[in-house]
């Protein structure tokens, strides 16, 4: 956007009409790609009894007015389709993808609206390290749409930090992950190690990432599991078996090999509404039909989940979600 230009009217897009057009390609392109591996798209509801629980993602709710014969009237706003899409597999539909809305309250700026586009899907009988090929073969088939490439490069949690950082992430105390921060100040009331974990990356690491280099980052913290499998990496140290896909400093996708006991699932659910217990925030209710679905018996299988939006950045080196939103949230 040309800084010297006038301001269009409040009522105009946020996004150009070319950029609108890249992104129905872009959705043409996902649909192909799926379509010519047999991965189905499906639909589920934007709505739930369930919220996500995860302590650093805010959900929204509403209040149904109409008959609910004993249910809850309060609904949550999905933050993904994780958990619908885990049903399905559950009860055997096979590979699987979504293509729609999301909702995060709290999430408005310069990289982040409340409503935004996500595609999620699952691939049954893979892992997340196989997942990361074909992860990042999707995104590369989207840059090509703006005539660009990246490579794929896979580098372990423990190592990046390792080598970026001159710390061990899995060993380091929070002094000295805080001492790493460097000239960065934070708060650092109400914060744990996998708080200052997170800020290393998105203050130290995200900013060094190469445009051209799709950086894949696997075997997280078994701390920082979420509804990941945990196993051991080569020195027999826990880790989830994770990745996240970056394209230059944009996170575009986070991937799982996905959990499939539902006891664990169950206190992993518990322990985040502790989390969340004691900061304050509102706990929404575990989603006891996902836990019954994975003891009924859950295939084994990787998911992951891209931001559409991020990636639309990044074709078009944009650091404003704004440009790729037909109206982004102060002009909704």
Same mark, same amino acid.
């Given at each position: 956007m040309n800084p010297s230009a006038p301001r269009p009217p409040d009522w105009h897009p946020s996004a150009s009409f070319e950029t609108l057009r890249l992104r129905a390609r872009l959705n043409a392109t996902v649909r192909a790609y799926f379509a010519q591996r047999a991965v189905i798209e499906v639909e589920t509801p934007l709505m739930s009894v369930a919220g996500n629980t995860d302590p650093n993602i805010a959900s929204f709710s @509403? %209040?149904?007015?109409?008959?609910? *014969?004993?249910?809850?009237?309060?609904?949550?706003?999905?933050? #993904?389709p994780e958990f619908p899409l885990k049903r399905l597999l559950a009860a055997g539909f096979g590979d699987c993808y979504e293509l729609g809305r999301v909702f995060r309250d709290g999430e408005a700026g310069g990289r982040h609206n409340p409503e935004f586009t996500m595609l999620e899907w699952y691939r049954v009988g893979w892992d997340h390290r196989r997942l990361i090929e074909e992860t990042a073969d999707l995104v590369r088939a989207a840059l090509a749409l703006v005539g660009r490439d990246a490579r794929l490069r896979t580098v372990a949690y423990r190592d990046l930090y390792r080598d970026r950082l001159g710390l061990d992430p899995m060993l380091a105390d929070e002094a000295q992950l805080r001492a790493a921060l460097g000239e960065v100040v934070i708060d650092p009331q109400g914060l744990n190690r996998d708080d200052?974990?997170?800020?290393?990356?998105?203050?130290? @690491? %995200?900013?060094?990432?190469?445009? *051209?280099?799709?950086?894949?980052?696997?075997?997280?913290?078994? #701390?920082?599991?979420?509804?990941?499998?945990?196993?051991?990496d080569r020195d027999g140290v826990a880790v989830a078996q994770?990745?996240?896909?970056?394209?230059g400093p944009l996170e575009l996708a986070n991937g799982y090999h996905e959990l499939a006991d539902a006891a664990e699932q169950g206190a992993r659910f518990d322990r985040d509404r502790e989390r969340r217990g004691e900061r304050g925030a509102v706990c929404p209710p575990r989603d006891e039909a996902l836990l019954?679905?994975?003891?009924?018996?859950?295939?084994?299988?990787?998911?992951?989940?891209?931001?559409?939006?991020?990636?639309?950045?990044?074709?078009?080196?944009?650091?404003?979600?704004?440009?790729?939103?037909?109206?982004?949230?102060?002009?909704?």
């Open positions: @509403l %209040q149904f007015s109409g008959r609910t *014969d004993g249910a809850p009237r309060t609904r949550w706003l999905r933050t #993904s200052w974990l997170d800020l290393l990356m998105t203050h130290r @690491l %995200q900013p060094q990432f190469s445009r *051209d280099e799709l950086l894949a980052i696997h075997a997280y913290p078994a #701390s920082q599991c979420a509804l990941a499998r945990v196993g051991e994770r990745f996240e896909l970056y394209l019954d679905a994975l003891a009924a018996g859950f295939p084994d299988c990787a998911g992951v989940a891209l931001g559409m939006d991020r990636l639309l950045m990044a074709m078009l080196d944009s650091a404003r979600i704004a440009d790729v939103l037909a109206f982004d949230f102060t002009r909704a």
